[in-house]
């Protein structure tokens, strides 16, 4: 991980593979990168990656 300017925030990826058990591919793949505060609770951890797997999975394609 890479520093920022705060002492309590590091920069983290998150990737994201869908593959297809079929075929064995890589189907969709998606990444993200965003400030990780050390000293926030569990629980604003959990919602800070919620809202970036939702955000990641908003160009999901999806058929119709």
Do not use: C, H
Not at 36 to 55: C, G, I, L, N
């Amino acid at each position: 991980p890479v520093e920022t300017d705060n002492e309590n925030v590091e920069k983290g990826s998150l990737i994201i593979y869908v593959i297809n058990k079929k075929s064995d591919r890589v189907v969709w793949r998606s990444a993200a990168q965003a400030g990780v505060q050390f000293d926030a609770t569990a629980e604003q951890r959990s919602a800070r990656v919620k809202q970036v797997v939702s955000e990641m999975f908003q160009t999901f394609p999806v058929s119709e």
